[in-house]
């Protein structure tokens, strides 16, 4: 049989951008449709944007620091609508990049949304039908709000890059990644924080002594973090003065339209479980993600969605219909830009270039963007102790830089060590830049490096991370 096209790729963020391209460089005829903006979560909504304010809202420290340290520097103001429209600007010159990138490696472009007719079939908005000898999915995933009457006029992380003005105060619930991010941004920014999370302790799954040295630390910034709290009713606060008690569905509307327009955030009365009744400018919904696979039209060719919505592939990113592939985290399996690529990558290798490549889902690096960021690869120290006997090495300090100007912030450096192949099976590192740190370490983890690999390194000195090579005694054996 003929068809239109080798590949269709539904979905044009990082992990579907990479995959048309390479296809596309084998010689195969690619189509690609995106119904949003090219770049996908990472560069317009996530990482990239998320980045940049992580950068802006660093700088509030720096004339107190730079004083400490002889320079004549006043405190300034944020202006957040100049560092937005810039946002702006950069969010719409990658966007150029995505696409050039594309029609550069002769990637057709549809600016569609995309279902599957069949197996081998990809039906357009624009009415168009396009036959694909094989079929990617790679329509990443949302926000999800908790299933709460009137959280709709809370904001999800998407929002918060569109916003005209920074709101005075902001309520935000949840204790992962997004959540934690978002709290020290903000409260960089200078908006009033408060967090509540449902669990004993923030960024669940994560070293516990990393998480409880970044919980004090984010609370040693201002932000007025809840644990074991969540929210049991919120109400537009205008409604609440009115006597409504709760948003009719004609004012639950308007606010949805609100949010199509930009203009965001009205003040939100909440209530939660430790008792706490309060008004927020507004309130931000960090409660997790869902895999993008609804509408696409799977279950009427054979494609059966997971429990949590995600289309379900096996080592080589193939669904249970053979011409059809998922990569990113559309799949759910690790929801990180880098590995959506390496999906991507293994997907092209296996079907356009003949050699079967599974993914290496082993030993993925990552960062939380918190001030000071977490990085970490490899098990925790309650999950390795649970795998066999470990050492742990682990040291906290006040670092050169911060101490000299009199700043209280520890860091972390801890490595997690088999005592019986003396590997290295963990590496936690709470501190400034730990996200450049964990990337280099994470090479030497992944090759499988000993603790004697590490102490016969010579330490860069005077760093922070040398104490990863000079951590000579246990901290504690389990
Ligand atoms: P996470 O899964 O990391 O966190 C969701 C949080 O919301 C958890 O604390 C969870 O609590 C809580 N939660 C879930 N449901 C409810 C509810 N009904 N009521 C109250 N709290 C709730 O999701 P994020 O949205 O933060 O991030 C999504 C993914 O995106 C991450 O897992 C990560 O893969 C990726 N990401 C990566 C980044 C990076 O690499 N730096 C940055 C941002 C995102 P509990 O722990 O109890 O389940």
């Given amino acids: 049989m003929r068809f239109d096209v080798d590949l269709f790729v539904i979905g044009g963020g990082s992990g579907g951008v990479r995959a048309a391209r390479m296809a596309a460089a084998t010689g195969a005829k690619v189509a690609l449709a995106e119904d949003s ?12 944007p998320k980045k940049l304010m992580v950068f802006a809202s660093s700088f509030r420290e720096m004339p107190a620091e730079a004083r400490a340290y002889g320079w004549d520097i006043p405190d300034g103001a944020f202006d957040w609508s100049q560092f937005r429209s810039k946002l702006h600007a950069e969010l719409d010159r990658l966007e150029g990049v995505y696409r050039r990138l594309l029609e550069g490696s002769g990637v057709q472009i549809h ?15 624009t009415g168009q039908t396009v036959t694909a000898k094989h079929i990617l999915i790679a329509t990443g ?14 904001l999800v992380s998407d929002d918060i890059f569109l916003l005209d003005s920074l709101p005075k105060s902001i309520l935000i619930v949840g204790g992962g990644f997004i959540a934690c991010e978002m709290a020290c941004i903000l409260a960089g920014l200078g908006v009033k924080v408060t967090q509540v999370y449902r669990g004993a302790q923030i960024l669940r799954g994560f070293d516990d002594e990393a998480r409880g040295l970044i919980a004090e630390a984010m609370k040693a910034q201002g932000i007025d973090l809840h644990l074991g709290t969540n929210i049991v009713e919120m109400a537009e606060a205008a ?19 609100l949010r199509q327009s930009g203009a965001l955030g009205c003040p939100v009365w909440v209530k939660a479980t430790n008792g706490l009744e309060q008004t927020f400018d ?13 509408g ?3 279950e009427d060719i054979g494609i059966t969605l997971g429990r949590r919505g995600e289309i379900p592939v096996d080592d080589y990113s193939q669904t249970a219909v053979p011409s059809v592939y998922a990569i990113g985290d559309v799949t759910n399996r690790w929801n990180l830009t880098p590995v959506a ?17 599974p993914v290496d889902h082993e030993l993925i690096p990552s960062a939380v963007f918190t001030q000071p960021e977490l990085g970490t690869v490899g098990l925790t120290e309650e999950a390795a102790r649970a795998q066999e006997p470990i050492e742990v090495y682990c040291t906290s300090f006040r670092p050169m830089r911060g101490a000299f100007a009199g700043n209280e912030a520890r860091v972390l450096m801890k490595l997690i060590v088999s005592q019986t192949s003396r590997r290295v099976l963990g590496c936690h590192i709470v501190a400034p830049e730990a996200g450049e740190m964990i990337q280099l370490a994470a090479i030497a983890v992944k090759m499988g490096a000993t603790k004697e690999d590490f102490d016969r390194t010579v330490a860069v000195h005077p760093t922070m991370a040398e104490e990863l090579v000079t951590m000579r005694t246990p901290t504690r054996k389990a």
């Fill in 37 to 48: 903006r090219l770049g996908g979560t990472c560069v317009i909504r996530g990482c990239v």
């Fill in 111 to 125: 600016d569609a949304r995309a279902r599957l007719a069949d197996a081998h079939s990809v039906q357009l908005s």
């Fill in 141 to 154: 995933g949302r926000p999800e709000r908790p299933d709460l009457p009137n959280s709709n006029i809370g």
């Fill in 239 to 257: 409604a609440i003065r009115r006597g409504e008690g709760t948003m009719g569905a004609s004012a639950s509307a308007a606010v949805d339209l």
């Fill in 282 to 294: 507004t309130v931000l919904f960090a409660t997790g993600r869902k895999p993008n696979a609804d």
């Fill in 296 to 298: 696409l039209g799977l």
């Fill in 341 to 357: 690529i390496r999906e991507g990558m293994a997907f092209v290798r296996t079907v356009f270039e003949g050699v079967p490549t």
